[in-house]
């Protein structure tokens, strides 16, 4: 079959390779999209320690199931499929807490690490256990299906928060996960919504998503305009969606005392926190990892229109364009968000 190889860093082959042998359980699924995460792309050059060469990468897919495998019940040939990341081990105290998210031997397609490897979806079939298998609803096209991952990690970073009627939410970050998350919140029933980022062209979608207000660093004082707009309190809670320094002591800085942060974005290891003003004004910080759960909600959520994916898709490509793409993304070149690979 073919697939696309990081062979080195920042390095991609088109290569012939074995179609995968199927474990007790497994299916075979035919890709028919599969979007190019942020994670990769950051992982590419080596620097996150979690797509060592070679790997066939990619975890936000959909497909076709072609094969099945012994002791798979509940599953046929044609089934139309997506599959969530993260396979989880069921057995740990974390999976048996339905932490399934948390679980101490979890493994993740398309990701390589000492712990595990795990050959991903930019190839024509994928192996995926049953367990992490979620039927399609008929109305919904491959590409749609295949953003149901960066989705769900938008909704749990929301379900994390103690999120009120009418509360006042700030998102830091409008790129992919970011502007799911507005739409995340809206949905939730927050009453005002303020978008952060730089890009003046993703403010203006987060506005066409469901944002109220939008903010950039560079035109303002950001925590101090969400503190004006909100009586001197500041926001009830903030999401975090970039993982830099400073974005996540701004989020810290614009909730209200006794609000909550979710952090979500990841690009920087350690940051230096202001700890006496999260003490002092009770802030509670919740991490956010992957999602746990909520794939059918949000197939749901997309079937019946409550979220908006057209917009965030900018390009469809094959397999073979696949690599320029990744140079795009991994320059940064403006206007670029969620691009879909169809093997």
């Not at 969530?84 to 690490?113: K, P, W």
């Not at 590409?143 to 009418?166: D, K």
Request: proline share 5%; aromatic share 4%; hydrophobic share 45%.
């Amino acid at each position: 079959m073919k697939a696309l190889v990081l062979t080195r860093s920042s390095h991609f082959e088109m290569q012939d390779v074995p179609e995968p042998r199927l474990e007790p359980g497994e299916v075979a699924v035919g890709v028919k999209a599969c979007g190019i995460c942020g994670s990769d792309v950051h992982g590419m050059d080596g620097s996150s320690g979690r797509r060592i060469p070679p790997i066939v990468m990619g975890h936000e897919a959909s497909g076709v199931i072609a094969r099945v495998g012994e002791a798979v019940r509940g599953w046929r040939v044609g089934d139309r499929v997506t599959f969530d990341s993260m396979i989880s081990c069921g057995d740990c105290l974390f999976c048996r807490r339905g932490q399934i998210h948390l679980c101490d031997n979890r493994r993740v397609l398309g990701v390589s690490c000492p712990e595990f490897r795990r050959e991903g979806a930019f190839a024509e079939y994928v192996a995926v256990p049953q367990s992490i298998l979620y039927r399609m609803p008929d109305e919904l096209s491959f590409e749609h299906a295949a953003t149901v991952e960066p989705l769900s990690v938008a909704v749990h970073a929301v379900e994390r928060l103690p999120l009120r009627l009418n509360d006042t939410a700030v998102v830091i970050g409008a790129g992919m996960i970011g502007l799911l998350v507005v739409q995340v919140l809206r949905a939730a029933g927050c009453g005002r919504i303020v978008a952060v980022d730089l890009d003046p062209t993703r403010l203006d979608l987060a506005r066409c998503l469901g944002a109220d207000e939008t903010l950039s660093p560079k035109q303002a004082d950001v925590a101090s305009e969400v503190l004006g707009r909100t009586g001197g309190r500041g926001a009830d809670v903030a999401v975090e969606a970039v993982g830099l320094p400073a974005t996540v002591r701004l989020a810290v800085a614009s909730v209200r005392k006794g609000g909550s942060v979710a952090l979500v974005g990841n690009v920087t290891a350690e940051v230096a926190l202001g700890l006496q003003s999260v003490v002092t004004r009770e802030i509670t910080l919740y991490g956010s990892c992957a999602s746990s759960g909520e794939y059918p909600a949000c197939l749901e959520m997309i079937a019946r229109g409550a979220i908006r994916l057209e917009p965030l898709i900018t390009a469809v490509c094959s397999l073979e364009e696949a690599p320029g793409w990744f140079e795009r993304l991994y320059r940064g070149e403006s206007g670029l968000m969620k691009i879909i690979v169809r093997p």
